[in-house]
Nanobody
Framework: QVQLVESGGGLVQAGGSLRLSCRASGRTFTMGWFRQAPGKEREFVVAINWSGRDTYYADSVKGRFTTSRDIASNTVYLQMNDLKLEDTAVYYC??????????????????WGQGTQVTVSS
């Protein structure tokens, strides 16, 4: 069983940056981030494979968000730049323990963190 803990959320001005971290208690294959804004369904943000070399981004964040992975510490990072009001959401870290191919689907993942709030203000 793997537990995930997110951190780094907070309040930031539009155009600013935040860096989220997600630490896993054990090894995982795929890690990803989802977010859920008020009144909306949870949506895919980004995923990264076990090596950290392959990343996948939602169109809404491509070019602004960057994900990376520290294999040794089982930690994935989400660097969020040029934040916009519409980025406001609870961000959830997710992980899959084995190889899979539907990285943008919630069903792909085995473990979920508790979420961290990101609020972007004007």
């Amino acid at each position: 069983q793997v537990q995930l803990v997110e951190s780094g959320g907070g309040l930031v001005q539009a155009g600013g940056s935040l860096r989220l971290s997600c630490r896993a208690s054990g090894r995982t294959f795929t890690m990803g981030w989802f977010r859920q804004a008020p009144g909306k369904e949870r949506e895919f943000v980004v995923a990264i494979n076990w090596s950290g070399r392959d990343t996948y981004y939602a169109d809404s964040v491509k070019g602004r968000f960057t994900t990376s992975r520290d294999i040794a510490s089982n930690t994935v990072y989400l660097q969020m730049n040029d934040l916009k009001l519409e980025d406001t959401a609870v961000y959830y870290c997710a992980a899959r323990k084995t190889l899979g191919y539907t990285l943008g689907s919630e069903a792909h993942y085995d473990y979920w963190g508790q979420g961290t709030q990101v609020t972007v203000s004007s």
